[in-house]
């Protein structure tokens, strides 16, 4: 069975420029997360998709990044205009929910290096 | 105050070496406890998940959960170079499929042969 994948797997883009990442989870996951992790930080929640649907965008820094996940299967993440603060390893995660379980086991792609000039 | 606090080492052991990670936190809603193993250029990859206080086992890992003094840790038995990793704590106040994960920074493991 695939795993996560994550496409591009590094990116380098000047300020100012607009960037799309893109992740393909697991087949059947329906949810799908991403995650964000800066130099020296530890990983932080950006948000949680359920199929198409944002069940928690609580993490996403501002306006400028804008996520979407067309017909509840792969993801993409847009950064624009990209800022220098932006840059870092963005993950993206997907599980499935299974009733009566107490938590799901998230997955994760091996991330995409996004760095901004 | 951090959330969660881990101690990034690196930490440096010998092969066949007991290795003790920790990780600390504040939020007492914390509920669900997990151990993620990173390699190098890989993503996380969920190692073990505690639910609640207690211990859990798997082969030469070992989770524990203190939820009275906040505090989690992992131990493995007879260590190995392939051992050598970056291992993360991460928590979640929410079962199911509502949790968005609270990680520590990780710690960088090297087990010398």
């Known amino acids: 069975e695939a795993g996560v994948t994550q496409f591009p797997s590094h990116s380098v883009i000047e300020k100012g420029q607009t960037v799309t990442l893109r992740c393909d989870p697991i087949?059947?996951?329906?949810?799908l997360y991403w995650y964000r992790r800066v130099m020296g930080k530890e990983i932080k929640f950006l948000l949680h998709?359920?199929?198409?649907?944002?069940?928690?965008e609580s993490g996403m820094p501002n306006n400028r990044f804008l996520a979407e996940r067309t017909g509840g299967t792969y993801s993409t993440l847009k950064v624009q205009p990209a800022e220098l603060e932006d840059s870092g390893v963005y993950f993206c995660?997907?599980?499935?929910?299974?009733?009566?379980?107490?938590?799901?086991?998230?997955?994760f792609g091996p991330g995409t290096r996004l760095t901004v000039l | 105050q951090k959330e969660v606090e881990q101690d990034p080492g690196p930490l440096s052991v010998p092969e066949g070496a007991i290795v003790s990670l920790n990780c600390t936190y504040s939020?007492?809603?914390?509920?669900?406890f997990m151990w993620y193993r990173q390699y190098s250029r890989k993503g996380p990859e969920l190692l073990m998940y505690?639910?609640?206080?207690g211990n859990k086992e798997d082969g030469r890992f070992t989770a524990q959960v203190d939820k009275s003094s906040k505090y989690i840790s992992l131990f493995i038995r007879d260590s190995q170079p392939s051992d050598s990793a970056t291992y993360l704590c991460?928590?979640?106040?929410?079962?199911?499929?509502?949790?968005?994960?609270?990680f520590g920074k990780g710690t960088k493991l090297s087990v010398k042969p």
């Open positions: 939020n007492s809603a914390f509920q669900y």
């Open positions: 998709f359920v199929k198409e649907s944002k069940q928690d």
């Open positions: 505690t639910y609640s206080s």
């Open positions: 995660a997907s599980s499935q929910d299974y009733p009566g379980l107490f938590t799901d086991t998230q997955y």
């Open positions: 991460a928590m979640s106040a929410y079962g199911g499929s509502q949790g968005n994960l609270i």
């Open positions: 087949s059947g996951h329906d949810n």
